[in-house]
């Protein structure tokens, strides 16, 4: 009897694994866009990836997911996906979830930098000021201290107007607060180097999404994060390629406990809970 049980879940669990798929489906936004597997050890999460939104980030994340033919016959000729046995290196409970950083790439595959997809006026980062009428900063900048303030505004705005050195910037401190009173969110972001496109949609890091991890603009490559709340901090610096739309109790299970890659020691990478068996597009 034993026997007959074990046979009969195995002959299910295709039948399972494609109704996942199938509701999966249902719940896409566009049928045509492509619709992912991230096969973890918490379970399945389906992303629909945005490639009317970031084509050529979308076309890039594919390609790392899937196997590659090296087209060495007197070897293996298919090298493994990117992220096939890689972790969740780095989690903020509440925030997020990140993985796919190629540090921690065993495969030591090559991968592409591509540039930022971003329409910041889809976000209305346009029109959010970066200074409010009562003083304060506006709170999607995230500016916490002096440091942050100075290198998201100040250092930046200085360069675009040729100051330089203290005796400068207490002498042009009425066209220094004019600036700032002028500037939008979107306006403060390109001072850093974020290119901005108006000709496609575009959507804001909400619970849920996928996005790409950078070290600043056009600098995305393999490595991403999904987002467990919103985040709208974090608009207008990273490109979003898709969404969850089965899975997000995988994702919230992920992201009960803090990881910081910082910290990890060498037996930590091999901890249950964030290991990623494989990323393919199942549709």
């Known amino acids: 009897m034993r026997i007959l049980i074990v046979i009969s879940l195995v002959?299910?669990?295709?039948?399972?694994?494609?109704?996942?798929?199938?509701?999966?489906?249902?719940?896409?936004?566009?049928?045509?866009?492509?619709?992912?597997?991230?096969?973890t050890e918490f379970g399945p999460i389906y992303v629909e990836?945005?490639?009317?939104?970031?084509p050529l980030n979308v076309t890039n994340f594919l390609a790392l997911a899937e196997p590659r033919d090296t087209g060495n016959r007197t070897a293996l000729a298919v090298?493994?996906?990117?992220?096939?046995?890689?972790?969740?290196?780095?989690?903020?409970?509440?925030?997020?979830?990140?993985?796919?950083?190629?540090?921690?790439?065993?495969?030591?595959?090559?991968?592409?930098t591509v540039r930022d997809e971003i329409n910041a006026d889809a976000l209305?980062?346009?029109?959010?000021?970066?200074?409010?009428?009562?003083?304060?900063?506006?709170?999607?900048?995230?500016?916490?201290?002096?440091?942050d303030l100075e290198q998201t505004l100040l250092l930046p705005l200085y360069r675009r107007l040729g100051i330089s050195g203290n005796a400068q910037v207490a002498a042009?401190?009425?066209?220094?607060?004019?600036a700032l009173a002028n500037m939008?969110?979107?306006?403060?972001?390109?001072?850093?180097?974020?290119r901005y496109q108006a000709g496609r949609p575009g959507r804001g890091l909400v619970r849920g999404v996928l996005a790409l991890a950078n070290r600043g603009p056009d600098d995305n490559g393999p490595e991403f994060f999904v987002t467990l709340s919103d985040a709208p901090h974090l608009n207008g610096r990273y490109t979003v390629i898709g969404h969850v739309?089965?899975?997000?109790?995988?994702?919230?299970?992920?992201?009960?406990?803090?990881?910081?890659?910082?910290?990890?020691?060498?037996?930590?990478?091999?901890?249950?809970?964030?290991?990623?068996?494989?990323?393919?597009?199942?549709?």
Do not use: C, W
């Open 11 to 39: 002959l299910l669990s295709p039948a399972l694994a494609r109704a996942d798929a199938v509701s999966a489906a249902a719940a896409m936004e566009d049928p045509a866009n492509p619709l992912v597997l991230v096969n």
């Open 49 to 54: 990836l945005l490639r009317s939104e970031a």
């Open 79 to 112: 090298t493994r996906g990117y992220y096939d046995g890689m972790r969740f290196h780095r989690v903020v409970p509440g925030l997020l979830i990140q993985a796919g950083s190629p540090a921690l790439n065993q495969g030591e595959r090559e991968y592409e």
């Open 124 to 147: 209305g980062l346009d029109l959010e000021p970066v200074l409010y009428a009562d003083g304060e900063f506006n709170p999607l900048l995230d500016i916490q201290d002096k440091h």
């Open 172 to 178: 042009r401190q009425d066209e220094i607060m004019s």
């Open 184 to 194: 939008s969110v979107k306006d403060a972001y390109a001072q850093l180097g974020y």
């Open 245 to 283: 739309v089965e899975g997000m109790e995988a994702v919230d299970r992920i992201g009960t406990a803090a990881v910081d890659p910082l910290e990890l020691e060498p037996e930590q990478f091999t901890s249950s809970g964030r290991l990623i068996y494989s990323i393919r597009q199942v549709n």
